[in-house]
């Protein structure tokens, strides 16, 4: 057998009563949704058992929450006897990786995640900037059209590269509009606009970048003791100063998925396990190659499912 990666899923993947099923059959589950509620001094396990989903959704919300959920899960997976060889995380969920990996505790990772939320949500104001996501175009003519439009006085990047024909860009609202247009003209097969707070991944988000500083450096990052691939550059990264230095620049630089998921397979990945609620990545990742294994653990019942298959 080859080697396992546990992938994290980031924001949107969040829903009312994730994980749920997860933290009432396991102690050291449920033990991670009250060790969150007291670290950040809020009743965050109540939101993401009743909602409602508009509140959940708010950037400081989902991000500890999806943190949590998906770090329950983990607990559960370890104690199956279930561990990785590799771990990477979609955005936010690289804090859960580095979870997994050793490199944070999950009270620091929540504490800061929250924080995250909090400082990208106050970076630009709320409706000048956007995101939209571009089917069926070649990054490399994505790439021009950005280049193109930022040209022009605004601002337009590439945000996620999640998989072959399939790209987020992030900006100003106005240089979005502008450079979906054009991405049409240029052969996009959609421009789906993204409902999203702000300009997430793109220079914007310096300012939060710069606030941030600060937060990491209350807490303790360690080196990693499983290998996590960054997503600022789809590389190895193990030392406590990468890691720090990551996490800021993760914030204005693009999330390279497509080829951080191709560097675990050139590493001797073979089989992914998307760890949190949904299957985005799980998805994204057969997209990338299909002669991989993948799946999904968001509940009990796909939990049993995984563990019983890997088992055998």
């Known amino acids: 057998m080859g080697k396992i990666a546990f992938v994290f899923p980031g924001q949107g993947s969040q829903t009312v009563g994730m994980g749920q099923s997860v933290a009432g059959a396991n102690e050291k589950a449920a033990a991670v949704f009250q060790k969150a509620d007291e670290k950040l001094g809020m009743d965050l396990s109540g939101l993401i058992q009743n909602g409602p989903l508009d509140k959940l959704t708010r950037t400081e919300n989902a991000q500890p929450a999806l943190l949590t959920v998906s770090t329950a899960i983990l607990q559960v997976l370890q104690e199956a006897g279930i561990h990785a060889d590799f771990t990477a995380g979609h955005s936010l969920g690289e804090y859960s990786a580095l979870v997994a990996a050793g490199a944070l505790s999950f009270e620091d990772a929540v504490y800061a995640v929250r924080k995250r939320g909090e400082y990208m949500d106050e970076a630009f104001p709320n409706g000048a900037g956007a995101m939209s996501a571009v089917l069926g175009l070649d990054r490399g003519v994505l790439e021009e059209v950005a280049d193109e439009v930022s040209r022009e006085g605004e601002t337009v990047q590439l945000a996620n590269l999640n998989c072959p024909g399939q790209i987020v860009i992030s900006g100003t609202a106005a240089g979005i509009e502008k450079a979906g247009a054009l991405a049409k003209e240029r052969g996009a097969k959609r421009v789906l606009p993204l409902q999203v707070s702000g300009p997430f991944h793109s220079k914007l988000m310096e300012p939060a ?69 949904g299957k985005v990545l799980s998805g994204l990742i057969r997209k990338i190659d299909r002669s991989v294994k993948t799946y999904a653990v968001q509940d009990m019942e796909t939990l049993e499912a995984a563990v019983g298959a890997l088992q055998k």
């Open 209 to 277: 970048a710069e606030k941030y500083k600060a937060v990491l450096d209350e807490i303790a990052i360690r080196d990693a003791a499983v290998p996590v691939i960054a997503n600022v550059d789809a590389e190895v990264e193990t030392g406590a100063q990468d890691i720090k230095a990551n996490c800021i620049r993760q914030l204005y630089s693009p999330v390279l998925w497509e080829d951080s998921v191709k560097k675990m397979i050139s590493l001797g990945v073979d089989t992914f396990i998307e760890v949190g609620p």
